[in-house]
């Protein structure tokens, strides 16, 4: 029998603001239940059916999987420290972030290496930046550069002023030579985008360049046994590729959906498979757009009847997240520190399990290093609560 695991991390998913939210500035932030609250008729039939309607309200309904929230031991609410964590990695420092902008020493480099000056240099929305900064981009060929709330050094370059092969190797090399010691950030993005003064659209070809892992992770233990892991999304640029045997990037949910669904139905891979769907985090928390992520949450329920089909008798699927982005939350327009949901299904196993309050994202890596049977990093199992 081959065993296979499959994760599927809903990008800023949360489920109701950490006990430590206050320390971000982030009490009262609840994804999911505000945008049940704030978008009428709205519902995820499939997801609430797998348990999602017990932790939204409690309601026990004969779910048909098992089901719980985690809280994040890590000092952060970033897509690094949430999927780290949940490989078995937790991040005891956080990454660096400039409310101020870089420094001197990081822009110097910078310039120097590229030989170039630098526009912006500044925490701000990326498409807010490319529209107050694209026209001078355009005239003077010099690269945008931005950081947000997270730790991410980003460069904006419109395709026509710096070619997409170009601003990859200006993100590679500032990932490399620059962005080390003190300044090492958790991303580098590539920001391309195209159109005319006014009108500039930021294009899906952004890539990510992340820390290295600084220790093992479930990934690498997987991999080690002999056994696939299968990246589709982001999931591979978040681990700089480390433990991965294959990978497939993905430029919006629904591919990312689609490869994932066909990924299940074959039979010729064992070990995990590994996704992640940026758009919710991307295109609709970031932005504020409680309409549009409520659109997207209802796509992905839609498709879970089909991947529940796809799955093979002894499959085990877990759906959860890395942090919160709650799209209501007026302060500002990070991610927001929340619990995230974990929902657990396999069509050999019962369902209707509590998992209770995960003191850390590691259990679920560790449940996952359980039942392919690797040593675990971190964490604690839950398997046997739904055997």
Not at 21 to 30: E, I, L, P, Q, V
Not at 130 to 140: C, K, P, S, V
Not at 220 to 246: C, H, N, P, R, W
Request: with cysteine; charged share 25%.
């Amino acid at each position: 029998m081959k065993k296979r695991a499959i994760v599927i991390v809903l990008d800023s998913v949360g489920i109701g603001e950490a006990k430590d939210a206050f320390m971000y500035g982030d009490g009262g932030s609840d994804t999911l239940r505000h945008i049940y609250k704030s978008v009428p008729g709205f519902r995820l039939p499939h997801l609430e059916e797998l348990g999602l309607k017990y932790l939204l309200d409690r309601h026990f309904d004969s779910p048909t999987g098992s089901f719980g929230i985690m809280e994040e031991k890590a000092r952060g609410k970033d897509s690094i420290s949430g999927h780290w964590e949940m490989m078995g990695l937790t991040l005891t420092k956080p990454f660096p972030t400039y409310p101020n902008g870089f420094p001197p020493e990081v822009i110097n480099a910078f310039e120097k290496r590229f030989n170039t000056k630098a526009l912006g240099n500044r925490p701000e929305s990326g498409t807010t930046i490319i529209a107050e900064l694209g026209e001078e981009h355009m005239r003077t060929g010099y690269p945008i550069v931005y950081t947000s709330a997270d730790s991410v050094f980003q460069i904006a370059a419109h395709n026509d002023v710096i070619p997409l092969d170009k601003l990859y190797e200006m993100c590679d090399i500032s990932r490399r030579e620059i962005l080390q010691g003190e300044n090492l950030v958790g991303r580098v993005i590539a920001r391309p985008f195209i159109g005319t003064p006014g009108h500039f659209v930021r294009t899906e070809d952004r890539e990510d360049y992340a820390a290295h892992p600084l220790g093992p992770t479930t990934l690498t233990q997987v991999s080690k046994a002999g056994m696939d892991v299968i990246g589709v999304g982001k999931t591979y640029d978040l681990f700089a590729g480390e433990g991965f045997t294959q990978h497939f990037h993905t430029h919006n949910n629904e591919e990312g959906i689609q490869k994932t669904i066909e990924l299940i139905k074959t039979s010729d891979w064992e070990g995990l498979l590994f996704t992640n769907l940026v758009d919710f985090d991307m295109l609709f928390g970031h932005r504020r757009n409680v309409a549009g992520y409520a659109v997207a949450l209802e796509r992905f329920d839609e498709a879970v009847p089909e991947l529940l089909r796809s799955m093979k008798h002894d499959d085990i699927l877990f759906i959860s997240a890395d942090h919160g982005c709650d799209p209501t939350f007026a302060a500002d327009t990070d991610h927001t520190r929340e619990y995230v949901p974990v929902l657990a299904y396999s069509p050999s196993r019962r369902g209707g399990t509590y998992l209770g309050v995960r003191e850390t994202f590691a259990d679920l890596g560790a449940t996952v290093s359980e039942y392919l049977g690797v040593a675990p990093v971190a964490g604690s199992s839950f398997l046997a609560d739904f055997s």
